[in-house]
């Protein structure tokens, strides 16, 4: 797949002059995208069958993108986001991150679940955000309590430093889990569905506290909803998946927020349901669309 306006070469390309009319630069720099996934089939075994969950899917993710893969349940959206987490291996494709094969799980690729249990139950709020740091190897017990620190503040839970998971509610755990993965500073936070339990308040209150996070450190996400009100509000791109087998229906831009609420934004929403449930798919797929 190709994505419209997306570079594919770490290297400088010369564009003729007759290109770019009055333009004198000579060469255009092209970043390579950070997440690089081509043509990736995803199987696996039941007692009884073997299950393609998705086929043949690509998309890049580049530098800061808040990107949406957005679906049908049964898609093999949370599928595609265990394989870039490094749990599956593609049965066809692959997937590289930062030009380097992804072979496994790494610190490089964070992940965040949907469930409320992910703490450890025994530690505080602050103990549960060190203890992967301590836990990596890279920090002294006093650095990684001071990182935490740092990262708790972030998502706001300073008062509530040394509060033990149960004592929270579940945005709060939300919070806490995503500071959690957001101290080891990996290039991609993954995420799958993380506000999908909470109510509709909270989620919203979350989506918002999300993209707060997100224009104060520019971290890049990768992110798994089946809502489309979430996808549009948090995403600025978004990747629609057919239904099982996951296949690649199209790419939509999205202004975030700014646009979740207004004419623009219901038209974009609009446009995804019609999309969805399109019968037909795209034969390349992923082009983005204004």
């Not at 949370?78 to 072979?103: D, Q, R």
Request: charged content about 20%.
């Amino acid at each position: 797949m190709q994505v419209q306006g997306q570079a594919t070469a770490a290297s400088a390309v010369r564009l003729p002059s007759r290109l770019v009319p009055g333009c004198h630069v000579e060469a255009v720099a092209i970043a390579k995208p950070l997440l690089d996934v081509s043509g990736v089939t995803l199987q696996y075994k039941t007692k009884q069958h073997l299950v393609t969950a998705t086929y043949r899917v690509s998309f890049h993710v580049r530098k800061s993108d808040r990107y949406i893969l957005l679906g049908p349940s049964g898609c093999g959206k949370s599928t595609l986001l265990k394989a870039v987490g490094g749990f599956l291996t593609p049965t066809e494709g692959t997937i590289s991150l930062n030009g380097t094969s992804v072979t496994g799980p790494g610190p490089d690729r964070m992940m965040v679940f949907q469930e409320f249990d992910q703490l450890l139950p025994w530690k505080t709020v602050l103990q549960n955000v060190a203890f992967t740091l301590i836990k990596s190897g890279t920090l002294s017990a006093k650095q990684a309590e001071k990182k935490a620190a740092h990262y708790v503040e972030k998502v706001n839970l300073t008062k509530f430093k040394d509060t033990y998971p149960h004592m929270l509610s579940g945005g709060m755990k939300q919070r806490v889990a995503i500071a959690r993965a957001m101290a080891m500073e990996p290039q991609i936070l993954l995420m799958d569905e993380p506000f999908a339990a909470l109510d509709a308040l909270t989620r919203r209150k979350m989506q918002d506290e999300l993209l707060r996070l997100w224009d104060d450190t520019r971290f890049t996400v990768l992110f798994v909803t089946h809502s489309i009100q979430e996808a549009v509000t948090i995403g600025n791109r978004i990747l629609l998946l057919s239904p099982h087998p996951g296949q690649v229906k199209a790419g939509l831009n999205s202004r975030g927020i700014d646009e979740a609420d207004t004419v623009t934004g219901q038209k974009l929403s609009d446009k995804i349901s019609r999309l969805l449930f399109m019968s037909d798919v795209e034969d390349e797929g992923g082009t983005f669309h204004e």
